[in-house]
């Protein structure tokens, strides 16, 4: 998700209001914003130019976002402000005002938000099409069983591990048959529709280049239709269909 540069003044503006509402700040708050500054390629001194920001002023460049941005905004906020394990009564009631002044809706009232929930995810697929692109070929894999799994970093790091599994046959009955290791990623894009997540390097893990690999998760609020697969240096897509 590409915002200009208004809207990320306005973002870090908020991001920084979320980290204050407690008047502390927590390490795992820390570890979030560092993640946030590479996404959004921002640094302190960023940071220091949004505290300049009116919050009218801030509030009035996020209403116009479109709501794919604003769903993005969403769910940095809330990551946030969930990043130290515990969303305090300043933080939510914060929020909530963040929303309700911008235009985000949310059907029901308590700490979750209406979004694609990504962090529990188990997609089998019977279908696959794999797109090699250097040659501009593709092959279909009819009745082939394979699997997606996406749950929280396997280390307890923010992020989500990513991993395929081959569910076919006897290998299956003794345990899943890892077709790809577990790739680190974060989300970098969260829509109605599609959210993508992007790897990254974690040395700590893997001497692999995970920021290789991209995810595309095509999908309706609850229901899951595709999954691509992309590795970028490869040029190779993998389409996993039900």
């Known amino acids: 998700m590409e915002f200009n540069l208004a809207e990320k003044l306005a973002i870090v503006k908020d991001?920084?209001?979320v980290i204050l509402a407690d008047n502390k700040v927590e390490n795992g708050e820390m570890e979030y914003l560092g993640q946030l500054m590479k996404l959004l390629e921002f640094d302190s001194e960023f940071v220091e130019e949004a505290r300049k920001f009116n919050i009218q002023q801030a509030n009035g460049i996020l209403e116009n976002m479109s709501?794919?941005?604003?769903?993005s905004l969403a769910i940095m906020l809330h990551e946030m402000a969930y990043a130290d394990g515990d969303m305090g009564r300043e933080e939510l009631k914060l929020l909530f005002n963040v929303f309700e002044d911008v235009g985000i809706k949310i059907e029901k009232p308590g700490n979750t938000l209406s979004v694609f929930?990504?962090?529990?995810?188990y997609f089998r697929s019977s279908r696959q099409v794999v797109y090699y692109k250097n040659d501009g070929i593709s092959e279909s894999n009819s009745g082939v069983?394979?699997?997606?799994?996406?749950?929280p970093h396997i280390d307890g790091?923010?992020?989500?591990s990513v991993t395929t599994f081959n569910v076919d046959g006897l290998n299956f009955l003794w345990g899943k048959k890892?077709?790809?290791a577990a790739k680190q990623m974060e989300v970098?894009?969260?829509g109605a529709n599609l959210t993508i997540l992007r790897g990254y390097d974690d040395l700590h893990n893997s001497t692999e280049n995970h920021s290789n690999y991209r995810l595309s998760?095509?999908?309706?609020?609850e229901e899951i239709e595709k999954i691509i697969l992309h590795q970028m240096r490869e040029q190779i897509e993998i389409e996993y269909l039900k």
């Open 178 to 180: 890892v077709e790809m």
């Open 217 to 221: 998760i095509f999908h309706s609020s």
């Open 67 to 71: 709501e794919a941005k604003k769903h």
């Open 145 to 151: 069983k394979r699997a997606i799994k996406i749950e």
């Open 15 to 17: 991001i920084d209001r």
């Open 188 to 190: 970098i894009e969260l």
């Open 117 to 121: 929930d990504i962090s529990d995810i």
């Open 157 to 160: 790091k923010k992020g989500f």
